[in-house]
C-alpha cells in the first residue's frame, strides 16, 4: 500500500488481517512503523549523547535533503513530474534568509525561516503556472532552465545577492557548546511537518488526484479532476517546507554564494535521494537522504570532491535508473508480497461476475418513467471542427442527442468519430464549433469542468490507472470540484460501498484489489464503465463498448446499457458492431469525413443508399438475413 | 552598420555550428524518443580529443575532425549498447535521468584526464581574420562555419537519399511496423545514436578551436542545444537547423548589442518562452495522444 492513498479504517484493516494471517505485529506495516520510529528517536537523542561534530554535520546535511527529497517527492513521486530544479528551493531560502538578515541587523534571524517557506512557494507558484502546459522531458528540461535562470539571477543581480561574491551570515550568538544543536533540531521539526504534510496529502482526494495524474493526465480530466490547481497545490506543497530548510542550511553555513546554493548537484542529490529509497513512499525519500550524503561526504573527503563526487553521483544515477528503478522501500514490499502471496492462484483469470440490475444493489438509482423525460436535446453538437495540419478529421459536425436516448453513432474509419469524442469532452479542443450540455455551452471549458457537468466518456483503448487498483481506478472520479473536497479522505466508506456496488453491477467485484494492469482488455472496459458511472453522469458516451469483448460479453454490456437507460442515463456510443447498434440504438447518426452524413432510426439508417455506399456495403442485408 | 553587418554573419556562422550540434540531439530524439541530457558532454569530449590530437600529435584542429568523429561515433555506439538500450521502454522522465548521469560520469571521467582547467586550441590562424569591406572575420570562425555546413549537407543527404535513411525514418515513425518490413529496428537505433553523437562531436571538434573549454562547459553546451531543439521543435532536423540559426543570431546580438553576462540567460528565457507559447517549437507538429495503441 505505499504507493495508495489510505482508504478508510475499516478497509484497511481488513485487508490488513488478511495479508498477515491474524499476526499483526508480523507485518510489513506495523514492522516498517517500528523502525521509523526508533529511527526518530535515535535521530532526536544523538546529539545529546555524543559531541562528534562530523557526525552531527553529516546528519544535518542529511536532514537538509531529506526535506529536500521528500518535498520533490510530492511533485515528482505522486504527480509524476520529474523534477531537476528542485535545489532552486534550498537556494532560494538561503537566499532569503541571507538578504533579509543583512537588511534587518535588529530582527532575530529565525524569523525569516518561515519566511523563506513562502518565498519558496511563491516561486514555485510562478513556475507551475508558467510550466502547467508542459509535461514529460519538456516538464524536465523547463526546470533545470528554472534553475539555471535562477542561478544567473544570483550572479547578475548585485545589488541584492551580492553577485559571484556572495552574503556572508551573522555568526549564532548562542553558546559555542551546543552550536549545532539549534540548527538540527530546527531541520528535525521542518522534517516532521514536511512528512505529515506527505502523509496528510497521501490519504486525500489531492493524493489520489495527483496520482491519477501521474498514470494518465489528460484521462485524470475526464473523471473530474481539476488538474491546474492539483498540480499548482502540489507544486507549492513540495516547495514550501524545502524553502524553509534551505533556510536553516545558509544560516547554518553562515555563507551563501550562487555557485553553491544553485548547484544543479544539489538537484541530483535530491531526485537520486527519492529514487533509491523510493519514490511516492513516505519514507523512501528519508532513507535515500540518509544514504546518499554521507557518500557524498565520503566521496568528499576521502576521494578529493570533485570528480568523485560526478562519478558517484552520475554513476549511481545510471544504476539506479537501470537496475533500481522503484526503489529500495517499494522493491522490499514487493519481495514481502511475492512471499505472501506465493503458491497462490492468481484471481486475474477469474471468470467475470454476471453482477445483478443496478437497482437490486442500491437505492441510489431508480427506473424514470419514460412518459415523463422531457423531448429535448441533452446534447447538442452544432459545426464541431478539427483539422490536423492539412488532414480535416472534423470538418463541420453536427448531431443531437435527445435525453434518455441511446443514440448511436456510426461510420468507416477514420471517419472522424473518436475525434468527435475526444472535442466533446475537450481531450482535444475544437478548432470551432457549439457543444451544448442540457441547455450550457460547454464548448469552452476544460474536461473536467464538462465531466462535473454530467459528462462520461470511456476509451477505445481503455485507458485506466495501472498502478492503482480496481476499487481506487473506480473511486478516483472526482464528480465536483472544491477546494475544501480535495482534503477529503480518498476513499470513504460511502464512497467504498457505492464503487462495490457498480462493480458488482458491471461484475467485477471480485477484482477490486487487483491492479488495473492485471486485468484483461474486457474487464478494463468493465471497470471504466463503473468508473465514469462513479460520475453519476447525465450523458454517458462509449467508444466502442462492444470491440475486442466477447459475445457473452457483449449482450451483458447491452443488457447494461439498457438498463442504465432506463434509470434515465442517456447514451451516445460509438461502434462497428452494426447489429449491436441497430439493436440498441435510436437514433443513429452516420458520420463520413469529418461531417454527419445521415441521421435517423436504425430502420431508415439500414436502407439509406447513402449510407449502404458509404459504410455498411452492399453485402450488409444479405449477411443479416442469414442471421 | 559594420557592426550588425558582422554580427549577422558571424551570427550565421555560429548558426551552422549549433545546427551541427543540435542536429544529433534533434535525430536520437526523433528516432528513440530518448532526449540525450550527455550530448553536450559528448560535445567537450570531442573538443578535448581534438585538443590532444594537436597537441600531442600536431595534427591541425579543423582536420582532425575526420579522426575525431568516428572515434566519438564509437563511443556513441557503445554507450548505447551498455547504458541506453536497457531502459528503451522506460518512461522518457527516466531516459532524460540516464541520460543526466552520463553526463556527470563524463564530466567527471574528463576532470580526471584533462582536468578541470581552462583549455583552449589555437592554432595558427586563431588570431587571422579575413577582412571583407570593412568587416572582420576570423579565420577559424569562417572555417568552422563551413565545414559544419558540409557535414551537415552530408547528413543530410544520407538521411533523405539512401536506403539507411529511410530505415531510420521508418524506425522513427512506426517501429514495430518497420521490422514487420525487415528493419533491424535494434540495429537502427544503435546506429542512430552513434551517428548523433558522431554529429555533436563534429561539432565539439570545432567549438573547442572557437572557445576555451572546461569538462563543466557541458552544462551550457546541453542548454544552448537543447534551447535549439525545443524552439525548432524536438525530433525535426530542419527545425533544428532554423532553431540554431536563430539562437546563432539571438546570442552574438545579446553579446553585441547587451552585454555577454547576460547571454548566459538567452537559452533558459527561450526555453520558457517557447514551451509557453508554443510547446511543439516552430516547425515541430503536436502528435494525437489519444489513439497511440497500448
Redesign the interface.
Known amino acids: 500500500m505505499t504507493d495508495s492513498p489510505a482508504t478508510e479504517p475499516e478497509t484497511t484493516r481488513a485487508e490488513a488481517a488478511d495479508a498477515g494471517h491474524g499476526r499483526p505485529w508480523t507485518q510489513p506495516i506495523w514492522l516498517g512503523r517500528a523502525v521509523a520510529l526508533a529511527a526518530a528517536i535515535a535521530l532526536l537523542v544523538y546529539p545529546l549523547v555524543t559531541d562528534d561534530l562530523y557526525y552531527q554535520n553529516m546528519i544535518i546535511l542529511s536532514l537538509v535533503f531529506a526535506i529536500g527529497a521528500s518535498g520533490l517527492n510530492i511533485i515528482s513521486g505522486f504527480a509524476?513530474y520529474?523534477s531537476?530544479g528542485q535545489g532552486a528551493f534550498i537556494g532560494l531560502g538561503g537566499y532569503t534568509i541571507g538578504v533579509l538578515a543583512a537588511r534587518n541587523p535588529d530582527v532575530t534571524i529565525w524569523w525569516w525561516v518561515p519566511v523563506a517557506g513562502l518565498v519558496a512557494a511563491l516561486v514555485a507558484l510562478v513556475l507551475g503556472l508558467?510550466?502547467l502546459?508542459?509535461s514529460?522531458?519538456?516538464?524536465?528540461?523547463?526546470t533545470?532552465?528554472?534553475l539555471?535562470?535562477v542561478q544567473?539571477f544570483a550572479?547578475?543581480w548585485v545589488s541584492v545577492t551580492n553577485g559571484t561574491a556572495g552574503l556572508t551570515m551573522p555568526l549564532p550568538d548562542w553558546d559555542r557548546d551546543i552550536i549545532n544543536l539549534p540548527f538540527y533540531y530546527a531541520l528535525a521539526a521542518v522534517l516532521a511537518l514536511q512528512l505529515l504534510m506527505t502523509w496528510w496529502i497521501r490519504r486525500t482526494k489531492l493524493g489520489m488526484g495527483l496520482i491519477a495524474i501521474r498514470e494518465d493526465e489528460?484521462k485524470a480530466a475526464t473523471i473530474g479532476i481539476n488538474l491546474p490547481v492539483e498540480k499548482i497545490i502540489a507544486f507549492m506543497a513540495s516547495a514550501v517546507f524545502v524553502g524553509m530548510a534551505g533556510a536553516v542550511y545558509g544560516y547554518y553555513l553562515t555563507f551563501i554564494d550562487p555557485r553553491g546554493m544553485f548547484s544543479?548537484?544539489i538537484s541530483?542529490q535530491l531526485?537520486l535521494s527519492m529514487?533509491i529509497g523510493g519514490k511516492a513512499t513516505l519514507w523512501g525519500p528519508v532513507l535515500g537522504a540518509f544514504l546518499i550524503e554521507p557518500l557524498n561526504e565520503i566521496a568528499n573527503n576521502s576521494f578529493g570532491g570533485?570528480?568523485?563526487?560526478?562519478?558517484l553521483?552520475?554513476?549511481?544515477?545510471?544504476v539506479v535508473?537501470?537496475f533500481l528503478?522503484r526503489g529500495i522501500l517499494p522493491a522490499i514490499e514487493s519481495a514481502l508480497s511475492w512471499r505472501r502471496t506465493r503458491n497462490k492462484a492468481g484471481l486475474v483469470g477469474a471468470r467475470i461476475g454476471t453482477g445483478g440490475s443496478l437497482a437490486s444493489l442500491t437505492d441510489r438509482v431508480q427506473v424514470v418513467d419514460r412518459t415523463e423525460v422531457p423531448d429535448r436535446p441533452l446534447l447538442e453538437v452544432t459545426g464541431l471542427v478539427k483539422h490536423?495540419?492539412g488532414v480535416k478529421a472534423v470538418d463541420g459536425a453536427s448531431l443531437v442527442v435527445p435525453e434518455g436516448s441511446i443514440t448511436g453513432l456510426i461510420g468507416p474509419n477514420g471517419s472522424g468519430k473518436?475525434t468527435l469524442f475526444?472535442l466533446i469532452d475537450d481531450?482535444?479542443r475544437a478548432d470551432a464549433g457549439e457543444i451544448v450540455l442540457d441547455g450550457e455551452r460547454i464548448d469552452g471549458m476544460r474536461s473536467w469542468q464538462r465531466a462535473h457537468r454530467g459528462l462520461g466518456r470511456t476509451?477505445?483503448?481503455?485507458r485506466l490507472f495501472r498502478e492503482m487498483t480496481v476499487l481506487e481506478n473506480v473511486v478516483a472520479a472526482q464528480p465536483s470540484f472544491s477546494m475544501r473536497g480535495l482534503g477529503k479522505i480518498a476513499v470513504s466508506g460511502s464512497e467504498a460501498r457505492a464503487a462495490e456496488e457498480l462493480l458488482e453491477f458491471v461484475g467485477m467485484r471480485d477484482f477490486r484489489d487487483q491492479r488495473a494492469q492485471a486485468l484483461s482488455y474486457g474487464q478494463q472496459k468493465l471497470v471504466e464503465l463503473a468508473q465514469i458511472l462513479m460520475l453519476d453522469p447525465k450523458l454517458i458516451l462509449l467508444d466502442e463498448p462492444a470491440g475486442g469483448i466477447n459475445p457473452v460479453l457483449i449482450d451483458r454490456m447491452g443488457e447494461m446499457i439498457r438498463e442504465l437507460n432506463s434509470y434515465g442515463k442517456t447514451f451516445l456510443i460509438v461502434e462497428h458492431n452494426m447489429p449491436f447498434v441497430l439493436g440498441l440504438c435510436d437514433p443513429v447518426h452516420v458520420l463520413g469525413r469529418g461531417r454527419t452524413m445521415a441521421s435517423g432510426t436504425a430502420e431508415e439508417i439500414k436502407n439509406d443508399p447513402a449510407v449502404i455506399d458509404a459504410y455498411l456495403g452492399e453485402d450488409f442485408h444479405i449477411e443479416e438475413a442469414r442471421r | 552598420m559594420t557592426v550588425f553587418l558582422q554580427s549577422l554573419v558571424l551570427g550565421l556562422l555560429l548558426g551552422g555550428v549549433y545546427a551541427l550540434a543540435a542536429s544529433g540531439l534533434t535525430l536520437i530524439f526523433g528516432v528513440m524518443k530518448v532526449i540525450n541530457i550527455a550530448h553536450g558532454a559528448f560535445l567537450v569530449l570531442a573538443s578535448f580529443i581534438t585538443y590532444t590530437l594537436w597537441d600531442v600529435v600536431g595534427i591541425d584542429p579543423l582536420l582532425a575532425i575526420v579522426i575525431t568523429t568516428p572515434v566519438v561515433f564509437a563511443i556513441g555506439w557503445a554507450t548505447y549498447k551498455v547504458v541506453v538500450s536497457p531502459i528503451r521502454s522506460a518512461p522518457m522522465a527516466s531516459t532524460v535521468l540516464l541520460t543526466f548521469g552520463l553526463a556527470l560520469v563524463l564530466e567527471g571521467a574528463m576532470g580526471e584526464i584533462w582536468g578541470n582547467n581552462s583549455t583552449a586550441i589555437r592554432p595558427a590562424y586563431a588570431d587571422e581574420s579575413f577582412t571583407l569591406g570593412g568587416i572582420f572575420l576570423p579565420k577559424a570562425q569562417v572555417y568552422g562555419g563551413l565545414i559544419a555546413v558540409a557535414v551537415l549537407v552530408v547528413l543530410w543527404v544520407v538521411l533523405t537519399r539512401t536506403w539507411l535513411g529511410r530505415a531510420i525514418r521508418a524506425a522513427a515513425s512506426n517501429p514495430s511496423s518497420a521490422q514487420l518490413v525487415g528493419i533491424r529496428t535494434a540495429s537502427v537505433a544503435a546506429l542512430v545514436f552513434a551517428i548523433g553523437i558522431a554529429a555533436a562531436g563534429a561539432g565539439g571538434a570545432i567549438t573547442g578551436v572557437l572557445y576555451p573549454f572546461v569538462p563543466g562547459s557541458h552544462y551550457q553546451w546541453i542548454a544552448r542545444l537543447l534551447a535549439i531543439v525545443v524552439l525548432g521543435g524536438l525530433g525535426s532536423l530542419n527545425g533544428a537547423v532554423l532553431g540554431a540559426i536563430l539562437f546563432g543570431l539571438a546570442e552574438t546580438f545579446t553579446s553585441t548589442y547587451v552585454s555577454p553576462s547576460w547571454a548566459t540567460a538567452v537559452p533558459y528565457a527561450i526555453v520558457f518562452a517557447v514551451l509557453l507559447i508554443r510547446p511543439q517549437g516552430l516547425l515541430g507538429t503536436r502528435l494525437r495522444e489519444d489513439a497511440v495503441a497500448a
Open positions: 509524476g520529474i531537476l508558467v510550466s502546459r508542459s514529460g522531458p519538456a516538464f524536465v528540461i523547463i533545470v532552465a528554472f539555471f535562470l544567473v550572479v547578475n489528460t544543479i548537484l541530483v531526485v529514487l570533485g570528480n568523485a563526487r560526478l562519478f553521483f552520475g554513476g549511481l544515477l545510471v535508473v537501470i528503478p490536423f495540419g473518436t475526444n481531450t482535444i476509451f477505445q483503448i481503455t
